[in-house]
């Protein structure tokens, strides 16, 4: 067990020194939020929608996409000059390689939102500061839901052709869900409805979470095996 | 007779017993007393919407079983099933608009069901897409049976969350812990149809293994 928190932790480390070192991918993909939440702005009526009731949905929308971008890096990374051979080599659990992974893309999801947020409250005009704690378990349950699953499909498709157009296509049906639940919940948050109300979503997203951490770890290795 | 023969005459069967089923469904079961005849397609509709999520289902079994056991018929199975699968699909998501408009007033909600069976034929499509963007073989294989298993967890929760929203779509009459509430007559006519359906599944499915074992067979010279 300590082993393989041992070689998780190199995993991501090396891609967390690799964005650090180059910030190619963070720095876009921050760019990219900041993008996505102006061509909102200018993509609603404001005198016919108040903000609030688009809110949950623009913070969702734009971090889902935002997501998908820092997901298609993950593996992307590993093709050039064929890292990935050098990994598959090395004496290394396939499973760490993939926790690795999942916690790189953590660590590269968390920048992004962590921006992201307090534009979409400025953008938007749309206070948080009363329900900040479970918006960040919100966010945090759902962004782990949305890693879990895309980690695991992103070291598919970079083998396929047409990997940055595959990656959405095969991932989008699997994030409806967290979505879905992360709307619902962020919605009652920002309505000032009572935490109880909430609970239930949280749950559900704390369920998918598990679930699809253990399915993805225990079917990753077939993935980059040969 | 090879697969495909038998597949096809599976298929010639099921079509004209499905023909036989509307003749009972339309002449000799009784008329919904709120929908009228617009409640005849649910003799379609259902059995569809049953047999898709079969094929679901038994697509993430292959692929299960793929894993473990490395036997590319397996693959071939679960690449017939998903085709299949996705044509029984479209027929639920064209059926369910024509019942939709007369009884609801509108062609589609985004209410639970619906989109539950939307997500089923996004799924479908998305692992056909795979599948023709793998050049390799086992590679393909090994890929697929990790969509197909993840499509079916996924389906599973889906069903979970089904009955967490507000739905406007009716809710199961037949597949339901308690016992069926529907008249016998509208009872039979259905379970026939639900023969019929799987019928035309195995015939079709049959049909597209033929097609293949004979891509892997020519593949390999």
């Known amino acids: 067990m300590g082993e393989l928190l041992r070689q998780t932790w190199t995993i991501a480390r090396k891609d967390l020194l690799l964005e650090f070192r180059s910030r190619t991918a963070i720095v876009s993909a921050v760019v990219f939020t900041a993008l996505v939440l102006t061509v909102f702005n200018f993509g609603r009526d404001p005198t016919a929608v108040s903000a609030l009731d688009l809110a949950p949905s623009i913070l969702w929308v734009t971090f889902t996409f935002a997501a998908m971008l820092g997901l298609n890096r993950a593996f992307q990374l590993e093709l050039e000059n064929q890292a990935i051979e050098g990994l598959l080599i090395s004496p290394l659990d396939r499973r760490s390689l993939y926790w690795g992974k999942l916690l790189a893309n953590l660590a590269f999801v968390a920048v992004v939102e962590a921006v992201g947020l307090p534009l979409f409250v400025l953008f938007f005009n749309v206070p948080v500061g009363h329900v900040l704690l479970p918006l960040l378990a919100v966010m945090a349950l759902a962004t782990l839901g949305f890693v879990a699953v895309g980690t695991l499909f992103s070291a598919m498709v970079v083998r396929t052709r047409f990997a940055e157009l595959m990656l959405p296509v095969l991932l989008l049906p699997f994030l409806l869900l967290p979505l879905t639940y992360a709307v619902q919940a962020t919605a009652r948050l920002l309505a000032d409805r009572p935490l109880s109300e909430v609970a239930g979503w949280l749950r559900l997203l704390a369920a998918y979470d598990i679930v699809f951490l253990a399915v993805a770890s225990w079917l990753f290795p077939y993935t980059v095996d040969e | ?221």
């Open chain 2, 1 to 221: 007779m090879t697969m495909a023969q038998k597949g096809r005459w599976l298929v010639v069967t099921g079509l004209v017993l499905l023909g036989g089923v509307y003749v009972r469904a339309l002449a000799f079961t009784p008329v919904e007393r709120f929908q009228g005849p617009a409640q005849k397609i649910f003799y379609v509709h259902v059995p569809a919407a049953v047999t898709t999520e079969l094929a679901v289902i038994l697509l993430g079994l292959a692929g299960v079983f793929y894993l473990f056991l490395k036997d590319p018929r397996l693959d071939r199975f679960a690449e017939s099933s998903a085709e299949v699968g996705t044509v029984f699909a479209s027929i639920v998501l064209t059926t369910g608009p024509i019942w939709g408009k007369p009884i609801w007033g509108t062609w589609w909600t985004w209410d639970a069901r619906l989109t539950s069976t939307l997500f089923l034929f996004f799924l479908l499509v998305g692992y056909q897409v795979l599948r023709g963007a793998v050049t390799d073989g086992a590679l393909r294989a090994r890929y697929s049976a990790v969509l197909g298993i993840c499509a079916v967890v996924l389906v599973g929760f889906i069903h979970l969350s089904v009955y967490l929203f507000p739905t406007l779509h009716p809710q199961p009459i037949v597949l339901k812990p308690s016992k069926p509430s529907l008249p016998g007559a509208m009872l039979l006519t259905l379970l026939l149809s639900f023969g019929v359906f799987l019928l035309l599944y195995v015939g079709f499915v049959m049909q597209r293994y033929a097609i293949a074992t004979r891509r892997a067979e020519s593949f390999h010279g």
